[in-house]
């Protein structure tokens, strides 16, 4: 047996249902390693189907393919390093989420997950049964155990694994990002470490897939904890590791330490990375996107930028008899700095044509709510008029804050086919706004420097559908707001709780029931990208008929 064995780890972007294309990603990390001398090849969890499948996985037709593809792969891949790499199995007609290991042309062996995730973005219990604990694969140099994604968050199936024989911890992961959710993944991973006191490595695939975006960030923890690599976080990559064995067992050569963001430059990069995924992965080439001049559409079009190139990018201006000049110039700015596309089309015509059908119905009855959404819904019509004509996808602009209370009008505003901020609270999109500006990097395809006007950050936020409008005309000031909506939505808390952190109690108790009464707006908007652990849709799921508050 070697004292030294290397593996090729493979941080890469599967897509759900592409089984040829994840095998043929597979098969070229399998041909870098075979050329930079690895015994062994590593990808993710589930990586032949692409991960979350969702219901797509309980398809009889879909595991067999998937299961013919897993075939192939050991067949292209039986001259050269073992190819381990995770896939549903079919056994009896029992399906499980597995890790298999190929070699010499065939299966070798075969790990199922024992520890199935039931919370959050996961409901694998609805899928899979669970497996049984799983002895280590045989190598030409270390026993590897492979406790799969969640089985590594609890001591049982490592400490099982390494008690069975082995010699060092591969944990293949599908896990989605979350703000701060590395480090927690860390201390997991360390614990696991110390308690069976060998080498773990910590597999995670990359890119956008729905709501989702899986943020690689792959690890590898020796002995007592130290890190002896880090892959980078939210890109594609391959590395090469070398583990040796000498009296104290086996350990990981230190190699390459990417550097990790701040929660600012990942939140911002989830955005892009799943917006570039998202078209990619549904054939879009290009977006539009209703430019208003204010702060979240104005984000909303730097990061389509970013993520796809100005150049597939057209703002489309849609002023009102309300929109002020101030919103004309600061709409001009955005597209002048971005070097995007940008066309205008007056909705005054339009929705006074609307006005006039409906005014026998509505005579008698004075002006209200229902004309400012005549206006919202006219640009929704006409936007996505030129998303069918033209073949681009129409991008949402809600924050998360409005998102929340219903601050959005349905059909209106909140049509279209995705949105990057939809999990983005209204006063972090200020500071995404004030980052971005400030910086630049080389996965952005917009150009750097001040691509959002100080003006627009700078006013008092309003939909401009009725004279001298503003958004604390109908809602806290969002610093408040926020705060509120951060207990309620993200640490689910009461009322009371609210109040003993500050907060007045008519003011939650609004809060509270507009969060309820939006629900069926929600339940109807476009995907867009989680990048908080309590994101509206998977993450935190309400019934739409709802009669309960909480009033203790």
């Known amino acids: 047996m070697s004292d030294r064995y290397r593996i090729t780890l493979a941080q890469l972007n599967p897509t759900v249902g592409d089984l040829a294309g994840n095998a043929a990603q597979a098969l070229d990390a399998w041909r870098q390693g075979r050329d930079a001398g690895a015994q062994m090849v590593a990808l993710p969890e589930m990586f032949v189907t692409g991960y979350q499948t969702q219901d797509l996985v309980r398809r009889a037709a879909f595991v067999a393919h998937a299961e013919r593809t897993i075939a192939g792969l050991a067949a292209d891949c039986a001259d050269g390093p073992v190819l381990v790499i995770g896939g549903p199995a079919l056994v009896g007609g029992v399906l499980h989420n597995s890790y298999y290991m190929l070699k010499d042309g065939a299966i070798a062996g075969r790990a199922d997950k024992v520890c199935l995730p039931n919370y959050n973005v996961f409901d694998e219990v609805r899928l899979f049964a669970p497996g049984q604990i799983h002895g280590p694969f045989g190598t030409t140099g270390p026993r590897i155990g492979t406790p799969i994604c969640e089985d590594a968050w609890y001591p049982d199936v490592a400490e099982a694994q390494v008690e069975s024989g082995a010699e060092v911890l591969l944990v293949p992961n599908g896990s989605p990002y979350h703000r701060d959710k590395f480090e927690v993944r860390l201390q997991t991973m360390i614990a696991r470490v110390v308690e069976n006191r060998v080498p773990l490595i910590y597999l995670n695939m990359v890119g956008g897939q729905d709501d989702q975006m899986f943020d690689g960030g792959s690890f590898v923890l020796n002995p007592g904890g130290a890190l002896a690599l880090q892959m980078p976080v939210m890109e594609a990559a391959v ?3 070398d583990l040796v064995r000498d009296a104290g067992g086996w350990r990981a050569e230190e190699g390459a330490r990417a550097a990790r963001p701040d929660s600012l430059e990942q939140d911002y990069r989830a955005m892009v990375e799943s917006l570039r995924d998202y078209c990619r992965k549904t054939g879009f080439k290009k977006v539009l996107l209703g430019l208003s001049g204010g702060i979240d559409s104005a984000i909303v079009a730097v990061i389509a930028a970013d993520a796809l190139g100005p150049e597939n990018v057209r703002c489309v201006m849609l002023p009102s008899r309300y929109t002020s000049q101030g919103s004309l110039d600061d709409a001009q700015g955005v597209v002048d700095a971005l070097g995007c596309a940008f066309d205008t ?3 005054s015509g339009p929705v006074d044509a609307v006005g006039d059908a409906l005014s026998a119905l509505f005579t008698g009855r004075s002006p209200d709510l229902t004309e400012e959404n005549i206006q919202s819904r006219m640009r929704g019509l006409l936007l996505m008029a030129q998303s069918n004509k033209f073949g681009e996808m129409l991008l949402t602009t809600g924050n998360k804050s409005e998102v929340a209370v219903g601050y959005a009008t349905i059909y209106g505003d909140m049509a279209g086919g995705y949105n990057p901020i939809k999990d983005l609270y209204k006063t972090r999109v200020f500071d995404i706004c004030r980052w ?3 910086q630049h990097r080389p996965w952005m395809k917009a150009p750097a420097g001040t691509v959002i006007p100080v003006a ?20 806290p000031p969002y610093d408040i707001l926020d705060g509120i ?3 309620l ?6 009322v009371a709780d609210c109040v003993a952190a500050g907060y007045d109690r008519d003011t939650v108790i609004k809060v509270e029931h507009l ?4 629900e069926y707006k929600r339940f109807q908007a476009a995907p867009g990208t989680r990048l908080s652990a309590r994101a509206f849709w998977l993450d935190r799921r309400y019934p739409i008929a709802n009669r309960w508050r909480d009033r203790a």
């Open 239 to 241: 590395a090469h590791l």
């Open 489 to 494: 939505v993200d640490e689910e808390a009461s």
């Open 345 to 347: 089309v007056a909705i």
């Open 515 to 518: 969060v309820y009464i939006s």
């Open 436 to 438: 971005r500006n400030a």
């Open 456 to 475: 627009i950050i700078d006013k008092p936020p309003s939909a401009e559908l009725r004279p001298d409008q503003r958004d604390d005309d109908s809602l």
């Open 485 to 487: 909506l951060t207990l």
